[in-house]
């Protein structure tokens, strides 16, 4: 295993507070797709002046590419770069034209042909995770090709996730999957049947979209969020409405976002809320700023709310 960089603690064992040691409370973040227009140095500085612990960092052509051939050397500036600015990270791995130039988001874990491909970014994103100290890689499955049933949906994709977990493991990283509307892994239960056909990996975990749970899931997104943070490792923070898979800024959507971050709070999450509003990079110094004040003033309410919960006296009966 490589040696962390100068200035990182070794990688702890995977779980819930892998990488850096974990903040009292969760870290607000933001989405390098939503800063696509920026250089990464550059972003980072701007998300630290705003007052960001952390970033979701999606490897892609302008901020890291993980084909590079000096890979190696360009992780290492990144790395001294986190560092220097005090950002925790978490790396992302759902660039759209990463792997093809035509077609968005393909090849995917569960593709005809090319899944290969898939399996070798993973695979390069656990790397560059265990040498930027990163606590998570993010990954999703993808959308099931026209024609293709389920059963060979599911069987493509514990193909696929098998091969990376040893890779996770070696690395003291942990698999944030996410459910992501209108792909075969859509909701909070189907990761838990994934990680159940692979035999609850400790490496294996979930990350969970706050503005997806609004959008798909039946249940209250507090109470899904209730039901599975035990294995919530990573989190991604957007607006979005009943029905319509549109990332929209904090206050434009349906999302109620106190008591989410409350029930956040009541599972011990300590991880990034991540800002993820990848359409946004045309305005996205602004947006950044705006959402930051909003991430803040609601998670400040569910702080309030949470300590006035715990300190409430009981009523006799």
Known sequence: ??????GRPPVPPPGPSAGRAPAARPTLAYGTNGMADHRLADAVALLADLGYGGVALTLDHQHLDPFADDLATRTRDVARL???????????????????????HEPTLVSAEGRGRRVDLLRRAVAVARDLGAEVVHLWS????????????WERLVEGVTQVLPDAERAGVVLGFEPEPGMLVERADDVVTLRRLLGDPPSLAATLDLGHLRCVEDAEPPEVVRGHGAHVVHVQVDDMRRGVHEHLELGEGEVDLPPLLAAL????????????LPRHSHAAAAVAGRSFRALDAALRAALCETRMLRT???VPA
């Open 1 to 6: 295993m490589t040696p962390p960089p100068p």
């Open 82 to 104: 986190l560092d220097r600015h005090g950002m925790r990270v978490v790396v992302e791995t759902g660039a759209r034209y990463l792997l093809d130039p035509r077609r968005k």
């Open 142 to 153: 993808g959308v099931l090709p026209a024609g293709t049933s389920p059963e060979d949906g």
């Open 265 to 276: 709070l009541d599972v011990g999450y300590q991880g990034l809320l991540s800002v993820e």
């Open 312 to 314: 409430r006296p009981e």
